[in-house]
């Protein structure tokens, strides 16, 4: 995998009445892998904020990790059978984030990288929905679309 890479993020949200919402971010990115660990780096614009996020995710088999610097803050750690729970700091307020980890696949390729995390999702300690991220991470050399 080389340095420069395309992103593909989709959450997937699943409410209480089975209605599901998703949400796909695709941007370039910075890739690193050192000590057994794969590293994902790229910044964030939204419209309503002034300055871009700085994003690190950090994953590997068993393990995702998703620190946000900026106006947004958070550090969400999300393990394979374990519940955590995280700080996240908004310009509007700080909520309190509960993720807890049902199964986390990894498929690793020479110029792919896909990962999948199913979980379920807590605020302020209230059930709010069943969530999927997926995660797929190309070689921006390979000249290959993310589908």
């Known amino acids: 995998m080389t340095r420069d890479v395309l992103l593909s993020l989709k959450g997937l949200q699943y409410d209480f009445g089975e209605e599901s919402e998703e949400v796909e971010t695709i941007t370039p990115a910075q890739y690193y892998h050192r000590d057994g660990n794969h590293y994902i780096v790229y910044d964030e614009v939204q419209e309503d904020?002034?300055?871009?996020?700085?994003?690190?995710?950090?994953?590997?088999?068993?393990?995702?990790?998703?620190?946000?610097?900026?106006?947004?803050?958070?550090?969400?750690?999300?393990?394979?059978?374990?519940k955590n729970i995280s700080n996240y700091a908004t310009p509007f307020g700080e909520l309190v984030i509960g993720v807890d980890t049902g199964k986390i696949s990894m498929t690793e390729e020479d110029s792919r990288i896909r990962l999948q995390v199913d979980y379920q999702l807590d605020i302020n300690y209230v059930?709010?929905?069943?969530?999927?991220?997926?995660v797929d991470v190309r070689d921006i050399s390979s000249g290959l679309s993310l589908s």
């Open 127 to 134: 059930h709010l929905a069943d969530c999927k991220i997926s």
């Open 49 to 82: 904020l002034m300055t871009p996020i700085k994003n690190c995710i950090m994953f590997r088999d068993d393990y995702l990790e998703v620190k946000k610097n900026g106006a947004i803050n958070v550090n969400m750690i999300f393990e394979e059978k374990k």
